[in-house]
Nanobody, 116 residues
Framework: QVQLVESGGDLVQAGGSLRLSCAAS????????LRWYRQAPGKQRELVAS???????NIADSVKGRFSIAGLNAWGTAYLQMNSVKPEDTAIYYC??????????WGQGTQDAVAS
């Protein structure tokens, strides 16, 4: 079992920065892939960024050059750094972890809002 708790969502002005945290606990030693998704009102959930336990990262084209992802640190926390945010980045952001047995875990989400 893995528990994920996101935090850091806030109201921010366009052009500003935000850092979201994902605190992981439980069987995190079996971490395989950690992903950040987001879901805007009326839209489907979208994959934003991912990082493997080897450190390989992928960033969605829609946020490439503005967002970056960091995998689990020694305290079991992962981050999504969001720079130069835009109103279209407004969404609920979810942390997702897949462990080596293929099981998938989700956090409850954290709300981010970008004012223009």
């Amino acid at each position: 079992q893995v528990q994920l708790v996101e935090s850091g969502g806030d109201l921010v002005q366009a052009g500003g920065s935000l850092r979201l945290s994902c605190a992981a606990s439980g069987n995190i030693f079996s971490f395989a892939v950690l992903r950040w998704y987001r879901q805007a009102p009326g839209k489907q959930r979208e994959l934003v960024a991912s990082v493997t336990n080897d450190g390989d990262t992928n960033i969605a084209d829609s946020v490439k050059g503005r967002f970056s992802i960091a995998g689990l640190n020694a305290w079991g926390t992962a981050y999504l750094q969001m720079n130069s945010v835009k109103p279209e980045d407004t969404a609920i952001y979810y942390c997702n972890m897949m462990i080596t047995n293929g099981h998938d875990y989700w956090g409850q989400g954290t709300q981010d809002a970008v004012a223009s």
